[in-house]
């Protein structure tokens, strides 16, 4: 059994639910116990940081300072929180009157203290390819995937360091997951595109093109469905698809689905739910 400190991000237990209901049950199988970090807060979602970094900084003090109340590292599911946590870990590593800056905020608000040296971050990913190990996964499997699916990392956690041992420029591990998973991964350019999250209430067009280029990329490639390690970068592939399609004049039409969801079916998770998942990507991504 492995222990990491569960760091949902700004989304499983809101707008993206079924993130939070399948991590729990996937976890658990494969020898995975998540640690609840009491109190936890958002991590900014790069956004306060346009405004005011210090703030944002602080916020993920709080976070990391949780974790390591807690005696483990942070794990979460969303690539975008893996890079603001890493970023911000890298950051008061580097920059002690950043860490202090942090820290005051912290003893002020909280009565905590953040030693960076002693917690780290890793997204779930990582975690079942590093430490559990794709062999014991592939074991582990009752459905067996048996479709082509685009893997989506996004930019976000994609920096050396922030990745586990994959290769920050040219990912495999997701693409490595999804076989073990039976599964069959098809290659296309774009998975380490952004697709503009966070700017979609502001750069409207410029986002749905950005979105509408990786999910034309995926289809065009022979995906069936598209799996995101990003909970926060997967309302924009599939909440707004259609809307992609329309401004960009692209064919979106791709079911997309997070990673958490795709592993828990695979272990057996949810069969009613995701009984039809490929009579679903045949259907809305024809």
């Known amino acids: 059994m492995v222990k990491y400190s569960y760091y949902p991000g700004n989304v499983a237990r809101q707008s993206s639910q079924e993130v939070e209901d399948t991590i729990q049950p996937l976890c658990k199988t494969l020898g995975i116990q998540l640690i609840e970090m009491v109190g936890y807060n958002s991590d900014g ?29 942070i794990m979460t599911p969303c690539a975008s929180a893996q890079g603001i946590l890493y970023e911000s870990l890298k950051t008061f ?8 800056k942090a820290n005051t905020v912290l003893s002020k608000t909280s009565n905590m203290a953040l030693n960076a040296d002693e917690v780290s971050t890793s ?13 014991k996964i592939e074991d582990a499997v009752v459905n067996p995937l048996d479709i082509e699916i685009a893997c989506y990392y996004g930019p976000h956690m994609q920096r050396e360091g922030a990745c586990g041992a994959d ?9 490595q997951l999804i076989t073990a998973l039976g599964g069959r991964p098809v290659e296309y ?13 502001t750069l409207g067009d410029s986002v749905m093109k950005m979105t509408a280029r990786v999910l034309n990329d995926a289809k065009k490639a022979g995906a069936k469905i598209m799996v995101s390690a990003c909970t926060l970068s ?21 079911p997309v689905v997070n990673l958490t969801e795709i592993v828990a079916f695979a272990l057996g998770h949810f069969t009613d739910r995701f009984a039809q998942l490929k009579t679903r990507a045949m259907i809305i991504g024809s």
Do not use: F
């Open 167 to 175: 290769d920050a420029w040219n990912p495999t591990y997701m693409e």
């Open 234 to 254: 997967h309302s924009n592939l599939d909440s707004y698809q259609s809307k992609a399609g329309r401004v960009a004049g692209k064919d979106t039409n791709l």
């Open 93 to 100: 590593r580097e920059d002690p009157i950043a860490l202090a």
């Open 45 to 73: 979602g790069n956004i306060i940081r346009q405004g005011n970094r210090e703030l944002q900084l602080a916020l993920n003090a709080r976070n990391l300072a949780i974790a390591q109340e807690n005696g483990h590292d």
């Open 123 to 135: 997204h779930l990913l990582h975690v079942l390819v590093d430490e559990i190990g794709l062999d």
């Open 189 to 201: 350019a774009s998975k380490c595109a952004s697709v503009g999250n966070p700017s979609l209430l």
